[in-house]
């Protein structure tokens, strides 16, 4: 990701058992001058000591003094990683031969793009989520959560369809159905993507709380605190290295997931005004979200115990508000990624 998100993205932990930094030898070479003569661009976060080498799609990502980088995230470098010294990266000559090499190599890799959004529509069938009855202009309303999730996922799955013909849109239901947490996430995780493609999960849901005055929106993502296996295969016999790699590509989809959210919850407001107000975006542990391996959120589109709001959700106007307040989310998302040309890409499995 290019700009205020690169500082997120390469603050990663690689838990990489780094070497003490040598001194420089006639054969080493500054990484920045070297890899700016070869049109490489070069990332680097001081606080974690990590950094990215990027061209044309294809990443080589290193820890600072460690024994080996990863290319594309998928498999090892087996050449002395940069080091630091004096504020200053250098890297052996040998390591930026096959750098340089590896960036010539030309592949589909080149084109990332996001190729699958899943949109989840919460609740279903035998479980309505939460409900409210409200006396809405002059007649007793019961607003249903599982209803308003449908109608919001049908109306976001098909401006997608229609702003991307290229893309596969799925929904977990497209009707009044009861999916189990498992089953949802199972259908995310069991789509099958080409080596260039990412996927995102987008989860709709409508709040509720004994406090009738809470009101707004907020979108949330998997706290970075846990930990999970989103590692589709090994990279190496090595399951300290695996273990990094895992690391690796969970750090950043917890980056991604907090771009999207950051996204989305612009997009809301910028749709429905004054009418709503942003909670902000928030960490939690929730199924949905820590069980889809991938970038992923939830969505909390209001309060349907609140009468105001719940008056809101019960208005089909303004229900469009909010789903293209979801819309622009995700397209300014897919355009940044596909832009930076991605530095998420799902392991086939």
Request: net charge positive; charged share 25%; aromatic share 10%.
């Amino acid at each position: 990701m290019k700009g205020k998100g690169i500082a997120l993205l390469f603050t990663i932990f690689l838990f990489l058992n780094s070497a003490s930094f040598a001194g420089t030898s006639q054969k080493d070479v500054n990484l920045l001058e070297r890899s700016a003569q070869a049109g490489i661009t070069v990332y680097w976060d001081p606080f974690s000591l990590s950094g990215v080498m990027e061209k044309n799609g294809r990443q080589i990502s290193f820890k600072a003094g460690g024994d080996f980088a990863l290319k594309n995230y998928s498999s090892i470098m087996n050449e002395k990683a940069p080091y630091l010294k004096d504020g200053v990266l250098f890297a052996g000559e040998k390591f930026m031969t096959a750098a340089i090499n590896f960036f010539k190599e030309q592949d589909s890799l080149s084109q990332y793009k996001v190729g699958v959004i899943i949109i989840d529509p919460g609740h279903g069938g035998k479980d309505n989520g939460a409900s409210a009855s409200h006396v809405i202009k002059g007649k007793t309303v019961k607003v249903v959560e599982k209803d308003v999730n449908l109608k919001i996922g049908l109306k976001l799955c098909d401006c997608l369809k229609k702003a991307y013909p290229d893309k596969r849109i799925i929904m977990t239901r497209d009707k009044d159905i009861y999916l189990s947490l498992g089953q949802r996430t199972e259908i995310a995780n069991s789509v099958k993507l080409a080596p260039n493609e990412a996927i995102v999960y987008v989860s709709i849901h409508v709040n509720a709380s004994l406090d009738k005055n809470a009101s707004g929106y907020e979108v949330w993502y998997l706290s970075p605190g846990y930990r999970r296996k989103v590692l589709n295969k090994d990279v190496s016999e090595d399951n300290d290295v695996n273990t990094i790699v895992n690391a690796i590509m969970e750090e950043e989809y917890t980056t991604e997931s907090v771009l999207i959210s950051k996204f989305i919850t612009e997009g809301i407001k910028a749709q429905v005004g004054k009418l709503s107000s942003s909670r902000g975006i928030k960490a939690e542990e929730w199924f949905v979200v820590r069980n889809a391996n991938m970038p992923s959120v939830l969505v909390e589109t209001g309060f349907l115990t609140n009468p105001t709001e719940a008056a809101l959700l019960a208005d089909e106007e303004y229900l469009q508000k909010v789903t293209f307040g979801i819309y622009n989310g995700l397209q300014a998302f897919v355009t940044h990624f596909e832009r930076s040309r991605g530095f998420t890409v799902k392991n086939e499995k």
